[in-house]
């Protein structure tokens, strides 16, 4: 069993920056691969960007490539998306959600965290 517990999301205007932060619990974080997606009103969640089990690979979605940042840190047991230049299409809850470092589907996943950016 992981818990996850997203922080750091709020009201932003276009061209700000926020970073999200989401800590892990319950698992060796080192044992986990990473990911954050999001979910704006009336449409599916969405992939956002992933990180393997030791920081040194990611993947981003075309929408949020050159803008985001995602890290993490093994020692905090932290996973972070770092969110620059905001856009109001960028509003929506975002999840993190973890899945074995070998493979396999997103099993856990947080509570989400709110982003509203405003034009």
């Known amino acids: 069993q992981v818990q996850l517990v997203e922080s750091g999301g709020g009201l932003a205007q276009a061209g700000d920056s926020l970073r999200l932060s989401c800590a892990a619990s319950g698992r060796t974080f080192s044992s986990l691969a990473m990911g954050w997606f999001r979910q704006a009103p009336e449409k599916e969640r969405e992939f956002v960007a992933a990180?393997?089990?030791?920081?040194?690979?990611?993947s981003y979605a075309d929408s949020v490539k050159g803008r985001f940042t995602i890290s993490r840190d093994n020692v905090k047991n932290t996973v972070y998306l770092q969110m620059n230049s905001l856009k109001p299409e960028d509003t929506a809850v975002y999840y993190c959600a973890s899945r074995h470092r070998l493979g396999g589907v997103y099993e856990y996943w947080g509570q989400g965290t709110q982003v509203t950016v405003s034009s």
């Open positions: 990180i393997n089990w030791i920081g040194g690979s990611s």
